[in-house]
């Protein structure tokens, strides 16, 4: 009878520790992108996000050198959320470790505001909210 309470109480600690565990991962710094020499500050599963603002030609400094970066950038709003009928602007970088946000294809600079990049490099993707002064 007692050995019964023992596991109950062992098997609700181990279950506790994984959940902590889990939880502290998605709250770690991202290690491999940078924006003007900065660590993304968080990270979760669909969303990184770096807090400090950043003038408009800031360079994105990917892991290793990649074949092809394909970037999309989106204004949004202050919370985060796409602005209706926004087109995105596209950066295209090949053999190279990093962007600058200022080249656009359509050679427009990024005004001050929100904005949400989706970077595409050697098989993954990184979505990351950012602020330009």
């Known amino acids: 009878m007692k050995k019964n309470p023992v596991r109950l ?8 520790a994984g959940a902590i565990c889990g939880c502290s991962k ?11 020499g900065m660590p993304l500050d968080s990270r979760s599963e669909i969303l990184s996000k770096l807090n ?24 949004t709003d202050e919370n985060g959320k796409v602005k209706p009928g926004a087109s995105p ?3 295209m ?10 080249n ?5 600079e990024l ?3 929100n904005y949400l990049m989706n970077i595409v490099f ?3 993707t990184e979505r990351v909210a950012f602020v330009v002064k």
Do not use: C, W
């Open 104 to 108: 656009t294809m359509s050679k427009k």
């Open 111 to 113: 005004a001050s505001g």
């Open 26 to 36: 998605a709250l770690t710094p991202v290690s491999e992108i940078h924006i003007d």
């Open 9 to 16: 109480v062992l098997v609700a600690i181990i279950i506790a």
């Open 52 to 75: 400090t603002p950043i003038e408009n030609d800031a360079t994105v400094q990917v892991p290793g050198r990649q074949e092809s970066i394909i970037v999309n950038v989106f204004p």
């Open 93 to 102: 970088a090949r053999d190279t470790d990093f962007f600058k946000l200022d």
């Open 122 to 124: 050697g098989g993954k």
């Open 89 to 91: 602007e596209v950066i």
